[in-house]
Structures are given as structure tokens and as C-alpha cells.
């Protein structure tokens, strides 16, 4: 079994590095994922019993008292370290600029989502998952899509 300082490789591409005991993660280490995110902490048997992640541009997650892109303050993280961009320049994500889309699909946060196919694949187009029918439904009403489209404001009945 794994034992003492190491690092561990994950099929999904994560990668383990820290403490390990008894094959397992156990004392300070910390997770990275493909998508330049981290995710650091004490384990105990294989558990965190704390810790804290953080995305690819530094963004630190907190659990409590969490205000990015909420309802009262939409910047994304780059606007609210740099600054906004003068009016009528839009940012579309937190990258700038944005990924391109492939056509047909969604940028679903963690990568593309093909809505013929229902596959999700990452930004290197290697294949995640299957969507199931809510996250399907999720992604077509809430995510940016390749195209564009003029929606027209409805009035309620």
C-alpha cells in the first residue's frame, strides 16, 4: 500500500500529491484538477477534514459568505481585480476572451455539452460524461451556447 510523501494520478486527470498512509490520503495534500484548479487540505483515512479550493485564476472558494457573481454583484473575478471594461465592451466569462464554442454545443463551466449527443467532453474535447435528463434541461436554459439568437421580451399573460 502507499505509504509516506507521494503523488497519486487519477484516470479523470487529477493528480494527488501529499501525505499518504495505508493507501490512503492521510495528512496535508492537495488535489489538482486538469482544469488548473486545486483543491488543498488535511486528510484523515482518506477524508478532508478541512480545506480550501481554488480556481485556475486564484479565485479562493468559501463556503460561507460567498459573493461572487451573486445577484447583487454579477462581475466575474478578472472585473473585480482589474476593473470593468469600458461601456459598451462587453465579458461574456471570466476568461477574456471567451472560449470558443464549438457550433451545435454549450460551454457547461466544466467543458462542452453537445445537446445531440447529451456528451459533455472537457476543453481538450477528451469525453467526461453522459448529461441525465435535469442536467440536459440545466445546461440548454442556463449556459452559453455557440450561437446567437434574439429573444424577445414576453409579457405575462
Known amino acids: 500500500r502507499m505509504e509516506g510523501q507521494g503523488s497519486y494520478a487519477l484516470p479523470t486527470g487529477t493528480e494527488y500529491r501529499g501525505a499518504l498512509r495505508d493507501g490512503m490520503f492521510d495528512g496535508e495534500g492537495e488535489l489538482l484538477f486538469p482544469n488548473g ?4 487540505a488535511v486528510w484523515h ?5 478541512q480545506g480550501k479550493y481554488t480556481f485556475a485564476d486564484g479565485l479562493e472558494y468559501k463556503d460561507k459568505k460567498w459573493h461572487y457573481c451573486d445577484g447583487y454583484d454579477r462581475r466575474f473575478y478578472t472585473e473585480i481585480c482589474s476593473g470593468l471594461k469600458p461601456a459598451g465592451i462587453s465579458q461574456l ?3 477574456d ?7 451545435g454545443c454549450y460551454d457547461c463551466g466544466d467543458g462542452f455539452y453537445n445537446p445531440e449527443t447529451r456528451v459533455i ?5 477528451r469525453f467526461l460524461r453522459n448529461a441525465d435528463d435535469d442536467e440536459h434541461k ?5 449556459c452559453r451556447k455557440a450561437w446567437d439568437e434574439t429573444i424577445e421580451h414576453e409579457p405575462k399573460p
Open 93 to 95: 466569462t471570466n476568461l
Open 121 to 125: 467532453v472537457d476543453y481538450k474535447l
Open 138 to 142: 440545466w445546461i440548454v436554459r442556463t
Open 97 to 103: 476572451p471567451p472560449r470558443k464554442i464549438p457550433e
Open 45 to 49: 483515512r482518506g477524508v478532508p477534514t
Open 37 to 40: 484548479g486545486r483543491y488543498r
